[in-house]
């Protein structure tokens, strides 16, 4: 079965820092992998998506992930946090099944500090 | 182009009744899927809807139930409600590709259920 794990559940850096969210997957087949990002009482943002393309996938506000196969990782980063940042992260990979069910990480909070 | 909503956006009921709460999927797509958070967890899959047809379910008992219809906006059916169907409630509209795999799933608000 399918699995996401998070490492990390709070995760808290000044402005300006690198921002640094681990993920990573269980999948028996090639996965398709997904950050989404969470704001206070709000739905879920696509941040960015792997789909068995290029390995280094760059998304919006500045944010990238690299698929690393041999490590079964999915990292977010982005070089230069801002305070806007701050909110929840979610890793998730999709399910090979016939409907492509996400399955989800337990979140990060990211805190974002001057 | 509209994205996904959902209504109500908060909702408050106690514990036995029943609740429904509704989702128009974006623009062109033909596929709901329903999700579960609850508070300081990730979202947990509860079932999808493909063309009005229930396409896949999660682990959760009979009494979450759906329905889509032709304009593929959405509800979602809780019956006989219990403390633990307290969560956030979000909704992701999609479609499938000429590869047969789900395109990028897009969320809607969510909805906030209380049970009291």
């Known amino acids: 079965a399918q699995s996401v794990t998070q490492l990390g559940s709070h995760v808290s850096v000044s402005e300006g820092a690198l921002v640094l969210l681990r993920c990573n997957y269980s999948?028996?087949?090639?996965?398709?992998l997904f950050w989404y990002v969470q704001y206070p009482n709000q739905g879920l943002q696509l941040l960015l998506k792997?789909?068995?393309?290029?390995?280094l996938v760059k998304g919006i506000n500045g944010f990238e992930a690299e698929f690393k196969k041999s490590e079964t990782s999915f990292h977010l980063t982005k070089p230069s946090a801002h305070m806007s940042d701050a909110a929840e992260y979610f890793c998730?990979?999709?399910?090979?099944?016939?409907?492509?069910?996400?399955?989800f990480g337990a979140g990060t909070r990211l805190a974002v500090h001057p | 182009e509209t994205g996904v909503t959902q209504s109500p956006t908060h909702l408050i009921k106690t514990r036995g009744q029943q609740v429904t709460l509704r989702c128009s999927s974006q623009?062109?797509?033909?596929?709901v899927s329903w999700y579960q958070q609850a508070l300081g967890q990730g979202p947990q899959f509860i079932f999808q809807?493909?063309?009005?047809?229930?396409?896949g379910r999660g682990n959760f008992p009979p009494r979450f139930s759906g329905l889509q219809f032709p304009n593929y906006s959405s509800e979602l059916n809780v019956n006989a409600l219990e403390l633990d169907d307290s969560a956030l409630y979000l909704c992701?509209?999609?479609?499938?590709?000429?590869?047969?795999?789900?395109?990028?799933?897009?969320f809607g608000p969510g909805t906030r259920l209380t049970v009291l």
């Open positions: 792997y789909t068995s393309a290029a390995t």
């Open positions: 992701a509209s999609s479609s499938y590709g000429t590869s047969g795999m789900l395109d990028t799933q897009y």
């Open positions: 809807y493909y063309r009005e047809e229930e396409n």
């Open positions: 623009s062109g797509h033909n596929t």
């Open positions: 998730a990979v999709s399910d090979s099944g016939g409907y492509n069910k996400l399955i």
């Open positions: 999948s028996s087949v090639p996965p398709y």
